[in-house]
């Protein structure tokens, strides 16, 4: 997906793994970016609840961004997935900044309760019998966590498509190469070994940085600033709007419905 003739905008990324609640996908993305000389940090920081018992302790998670920025070198070494650091095999470089929107299949206490589909036997990667009731729960709680984080998928799709169109009308066209023709402004990470600055309304108001919506997650750690400003702003600084109210915006989506399997004779 990441080939630079490809152009990638926007990639949606699904994961049904099993280790979908330990933090792995950062070292995972960050080793699939460094072959292709993208640096892929999380546009914000949230933690889920640590409390159990609250039916809401996934918040913000269903649907997490992360910007590809292109790096002015590709790496000469990655960690590869065992740990250990090799050779970067020979690819291609992108040549374009790409955005990453991350949906783990986490719980859904309010979908489905009780159900766990990281520790859960029946949808194991080696179990190939399923019951209609268990197929009926993993469907219910994918779709329900799509419904959960649906308004982040659309923030990236019309962040990128504000981005292009802001391009289009300024009469600049991508090079030949795909890349955009401006140069964005440096990370506004944290220095090293400093967590990342907490988000605050009072905060946003007084810096020069764009607002972004804050994300309330009980118990959970509140978003920082995105590391990459360029990623949800217009090549000329300006923050992107919020995205249009959409027909049928809010409403939750049912899960298919099928027909019960044919009696054996």
Known sequence: MLHPERKVDVILNMDASSDVQKDSFQQRVSQIGSRRGLDFRPRRQIKADPNTANPDRFKGLYAQIYDGTVLEKRPEKVVDS????????????????CTMVYLPLLPNERAVPGYDPSTAKFSGSYNL???PEQIDMIIKTSVANFNDGQDTIKEALFNAWQRKKYLREQGQKPGGDGASQFTPPPPQGPPPGQAP??????????SSQPAISPVYVPGATPQSQPLYPHHNSLPDGSPIPPPPPYPGRGQQQQPPSFPPPPEKQ
């Open 197 to 206: 600055q907490s988000y605050s309304a009072a905060g946003a108001a007084q």
């Open 82 to 97: 065992n740990g250990d650091t090799v050779t970067n095999p020979p690819a291609p470089a992108s040549r374009q900044d």
């Open 129 to 131: 019998v399923w019951t």
